[in-house]
């Protein structure tokens, strides 16, 4: 199994779109990267946990499932970082490979040192594009099909028989 960390805020910071958006509603901006992630894991198979510092919002630690992706607020005076290396170290074995999404120099040189390969978020960036243009072609060749029909049917009475079913005639 493939486990990817994400340094949450990290990568937020670092992609010009979720930048701006944090700029003007950084609960806006971590909502986008979550959504973002869950599509990661849907198309990759990858388990996602994203990690958040907890100086960025007032509590306690919280840990809940957001589109199917583990989203976990460190405790107060607990940093990402120091999350993710902890997570890295417990959920590393021979069946698992962790991957941590970051840029943070530091962070990297500490997840090397766990086992864990690294992503920069340039890298992640790359990947999410790539993955959203397969969709996209998946959509649109899923979209150009219709379904087989034995009875023949003007285009008409097709688009009379889509309404009803759709329940919009």
Not at 28 to 39: H, N, P, Y
Request: proline share 1%; aromatic share 10%; hydrophobic share 40%.
């Amino acid at each position: 199994m493939d486990i990817l960390l994400v340094d949450g805020y990290n990568i937020i910071g670092a992609w010009p779109q979720l930048r701006s958006l944090r700029n003007r509603d950084l609960s806006a901006a971590r909502d986008s990267l979550i959504q973002k992630m869950a599509e990661y894991q849907a198309f990759s198979g990858f388990r996602v946990i994203v990690v958040f510092d907890a100086h960025f919002v007032q509590g306690t630690e919280k840990k809940y499932k957001d589109y199917k992706v583990e989203v976990i607020f460190t405790r107060e005076n607990e940093s990402a970082d120091e999350r993710i290396e902890k997570l890295a170290i417990e959920l590393n074995n021979i069946k698992t490979q962790i991957h941590v999404a970051t840029s943070d120099a530091t962070e990297q040189w500490a997840i090397f040192g766990q086992g864990a390969l690294r992503i920069s978020a340039r890298e992640l960036f790359n990947e999410v594009e790539h993955i959203d243009k397969e969709i996209e072609k998946k959509i649109v060749k899923t979209s150009g099909k219709k379904p087989a029909s034995k009875i023949q049917l003007s285009s008409e009475m097709a688009e009379i028989f889509e309404k009803w079913r759709r329940g919009s005639f």
